[in-house]
Nanobody, 115 residues
């Protein structure tokens, strides 16, 4: 079992920045990929960015060049630095961790970008 706790969401104006953090506990030494997903009202949950245990990253086209995912394997944390935020980035952001074939999710943190 892995428990994930997110922090750092909030309200920001368009063009601003936010940093999300996620701390993993439990069987965190078995985590492979970690990542961030988001879900806007009325839409499906979508991938934002992922990072492997070796540091390889993957970004959605909509956030590439604006968002940066990073990971500290020693601390079992994954962060998402979000710059140049747009109103369309408004969503609940979820931290994700993969252990073998199992997916674990955090409770989500709201990010609201005003125009």
């Amino acid at each position: 079992q892995v428990q994930l706790v997110e922090s750092g969401g909030g309200l920001v104006q368009a063009g601003g920045s936010l940093r999300l953090s996620c701390a993993a506990s439990g069987s965190s030494d078995r985590i492979n990929d970690m990542g961030w997903y988001r879900q806007a009202p009325g839409k499906q949950r979508e991938l934002v960015a992922t990072i492997s245990s070796g540091g390889s990253t993957n970004y959605a086209d909509s956030v590439a060049g604006r968002f940066t995912i990073s990971r500290d394997n020693a601390k079992n944390t994954v962060d998402l630095q979000m710059n140049s935020l747009k109103p369309e980035d408004t969503a609940v952001y979820y931290c994700n961790a993969v252990v073998v074939i199992w997916n674990y999710w955090g409770q989500g943190t709201q990010v609201t970008v005003s125009s």
